[in-house]
């Protein structure tokens, strides 16, 4: 059984709009992602090399948070929520989603490494 867990990463000078824009509209997915992204049907389809998914939208806070549910998969869905460190004043961006135990670290790792290339495309 796959379990949740939670990551969160600091992004010291990035607007809002700018994060919000990478983690919700095929172009900015596209940067960081997936090698390709469309949106058919309320459906959004991820591509990569030859590979192909399906996730439909759960819920969306506007420039807050999204849910996104893999079409195959209706127990887990994977999730950005944005907020702002209080103390700092800078961006963080807390990812959920779900993996099986003995998979838990190298979903984080290829979280990691995702998120490094959103950094990368953000100017960061």
């Known amino acids: 059984m796959k379990e ?3 990551i969160e990463y600091v992004f010291d000078t990035v607007s809002r709009r700018s994060l919000w824009n990478h983690l919700t509209t095929p172009p900015g997915l596209s940067s960081w992602f997936a090698d390709h992204v469309e949106i058919a049907d309320n459906k959004y389809i991820f591509k990569w ?3 192909k998914q399906e996730a439909e939208v759960l819920s969306v806070k506007p420039e807050i948070s999204i ?7 209706d127990s887990t869905y994977f999730e950005f929520i944005i ?15 779900f993996a099986d135990p003995d998979e838990k670290q190298d979903a984080i790792g290829l979280w990691d490494t995702q998120v490094e290339e959103l950094k990368r495309t953000l100017g960061i």
């Open 49 to 51: 090399n030859k590979e």
């Open 4 to 6: 949740k867990f939670h």
């Open 67 to 73: 849910r996104y549910r893999w079409m195959d998969d």
């Open 83 to 97: 907020h702002t460190i209080e103390l700092t004043g800078s961006i963080a961006l807390e990812i959920t989603d």
